[in-house]
């Protein structure tokens, strides 16, 4: 008797992906088990944690902490994820791939009597996490103290950050106090690995990159 016929991958290529159950699916991602380790149950265990986890919100060390599974096992299983959630999940949140599209996220504060410093973060396919409001009042790069942009971008997990304030006045001349505040932040992004992508001003219609 053939023990592999009804492996999962001799299944898949025999039958086709459509014919594996869920838990036979991870089966084939996985591959096997080590020593000790029963690669049916890993599967069963991986599925229970993405299901308790969810997709959006599973990260490498929840696989990892699952047992049977180590570096190599746990990249391929992430790898594999990440780029199904990235290409195959329908995407509702916006694509920020441009400074355009980040002055559209930042419309609502183009008329504000008051400098709204305001933060978007986003994922490591540039797609829209949250927009959260950092200050409101003057820009004052005391004000805009780098832990205060990037706690909640950790909380956010995000992989990078887009900045940008409203010029009251109406006048888009980036200040040295805007270059100060940019650079500041660029700074502290590579030291923490979540990168400024950029700094919007934004007045009436207009917007301008204060990122160099």
């Given amino acids: ?3 592999t016929h009804n ?13 594996l ?6 089966q084939a991602v996985i591959g096997s088990g080590g020593k000790g380790n029963d690669f049916k149950q890993i599967a069963r265990n991986l599925n229970t944690t993405i299901q308790k986890i969810g997709a959006d919100d599973l990260t490498i060390d929840d696989v990892l902490a699952i047992k049977g599974i180590g570096n190599a096992k746990a990249t391929v299983v992430f790898a594999a994820l ?4 990235r290409r195959y999940i329908k995407q509702t949140a916006p694509l920020i791939d441009s400074p355009e599209r980040a002055a559209e996220q930042f419309s609502f504060i183009k008329n504000r009597k008051q400098e709204h410093f305001v933060m978007l973060t986003l994922d490591g396919a540039r797609r829209l996490i949250a927009c959260r409001t950092i ?4 820009l004052m790069s005391s004000l805009v103290h780098p832990r205060e942009v990037f706690a909640p971008a950790i909380e956010d997990r995000a992989a990078s950050i887009i900045v940008g304030h409203n ?3 109406g006048i888009l001349d980036i200040s040295e106090q805007d270059k100060e505040v940019t650079s500041r932040l660029k700074l502290s992004g590579e030291l923490l690995g979540i990168k400024l992508d ?6 009436g219609d207009s917007f301008v990159s204060a990122y160099y």
């Fill in 1 to 3: 008797m053939n023990l």
């Fill in 82 to 85: 990440e780029f199904w959630r």
């Fill in 135 to 138: 200050t409101v009042g003057t």
């Fill in 7 to 19: 492996l999962p991958r001799e299944k898949l290529n025999r039958q086709g992906a459509s014919s």
């Fill in 198 to 203: 950029d700094h919007i001003i934004v007045a």
């Fill in 21 to 26: 159950s869920d838990i036979e699916l991870l």
């Fill in 167 to 169: 010029h009251p006045s």
